[in-house]
């Protein structure tokens, strides 16, 4: 019997069938929509911290509290926050001939408040170098200048999710915003930047670093960038920082790692993170092939008499055996198409929420990985039609 005609057969045997065949295939529809969506937000997010990193340039140079380690295993860090401001200075001041630029932030939350609104909100505090090297621009208003920034001036840029919940329909310029119950007046609100793991990055007020230290009343730095004078003399810049910080710190006090180090223990987590996850949906797809191997063996004993006749016309158990394992493949192939569609839809809801993106290759393993489920749950059935000895299938009632 040739291929198309037993193809044909396959196709008329699910085709009757219809609702039992879509039940069937929901385990694998179910399976492969979870995979290709939780893959999709794990490769956005990793796409999304290398753009943000590639921002700030190759010649960056991190200043982490504590003893910090990244690991697939999740980030830990050790000892009390001890850099302060007092040894950013000195950093600066030590004019190496490796360090152009050194940049100290204060991010915490705080509540921001309009008249009768108010919100929490991400609060970060640093020069207004901070706008050029992380790639923030205004699309109302205007960013703080240096004079503001030392002369300590109470001005905030804020962004669109504030500027939209504190301030309704009006234009934010020139107005009062209170943070943490102290009076700021907005002078710009930053272009949209999205979310990210379902974090509002809109959701923030950026103010001068001096205005945040008298705002907080804090010496402590929560992190910081240093800009090196060019990418090739990255590790001199590093072992400068660290003979200025061992001179009052220990090496258990703080952690220095460069872009490179940084980005690649984050990219690290987060493709564990995106690992584990679609694993765990991919539980979905062995249980769907289950129901795959249950319906065929059902399918069997019901087409006895079928198997009976077609034998006894001269159909080989190689034909039965074909026809059966095709229709488990077709079942799969179809619930792993269908899955792939909704999986696909779904990820380009979440991007106006979360970063997302599907690669080709998540493509590949939903089809794929939907196809050999088939096959392997499709084996045992069709082996079991094809042993049927049809004089016995004839006589089956």
Known sequence: MQITEIFKL??????????????????????????????????????????????????????????????????????VNKLTFALMNKLEQAKSPNIEKVLPFIEIFVTASNKNSSKVTRLVASYSDYFAISGIKTSEGR??????????????????????????????????????????????????????????????????LSAGRNLTG???????????????????????????????????????????????????????LTLALGGIAAISLVVGGVGISNIMLVSVTE???????????????????????????ILSLVGGAIGLLIGATGSFLISAYIKSSVPLWAIFLGVGFSSLVGIIFGVAPAIRASRLDPIVALRYE
Request: aromatic share 4%.
């Open 10 to 79: 396959a196709i008329e045997a699910i085709r009757v069938n219809k609702l039992r065949s879509v039940l069937t295939s929901l385990g694998i529809i179910i399976g492969v929509a979870a995979i290709i969506l939780l893959v999709s937000i794990g490769s956005g997010l990793q796409n999304y911290v290398t753009s943000e990193f590639k921002k700030l340039g190759a010649n960056s140079i991190f200043i982490l509290p504590g003893k910090v380690e990244i690991s697939a295993a999740g980030t830990s860090a050790q000892s």
């Open 143 to 208: 960013i703080y200048t240096d004079s503001e920034e030392k002369s300590s001036k109470k001005v905030a840029v804020i962004g669109k999710t504030i500027a939209k919940d504190l301030y309704k329909n009006q234009s934010p310029i020139g107005k009062q915003i209170s943070l943490s119950k102290k009076p700021f007046t907005v002078i710009g609100v930053f272009e949209p930047q999205g979310s990210v793991a379902g974090v509002d990055v809109d959701n923030a007020v950026i103010i001068p």
């Open 218 to 272: 804090t010496d402590l730095v929560n992190q910081v960038l240093v800009r090196t004078t060019s990418t090739e003399n990255i590790q001199e810049a590093k072992k400068d920082i660290e003979k200025i910080l061992l001179r009052t710190l220990s090496e258990d006090d703080f952690t220095i790692m460069t872009q490179e180090q940084l980005l690649s223990s984050i990219l690290q987590i987060l493709g564990v």
């Open 303 to 329: 087409r006895t008499r079928e198997i009976g006749l077609r034998k006894a016309v001269g159909a080989r158990p190689s034909d039965i055996l074909i026809q059966f394992l095709l229709e488990a493949v």
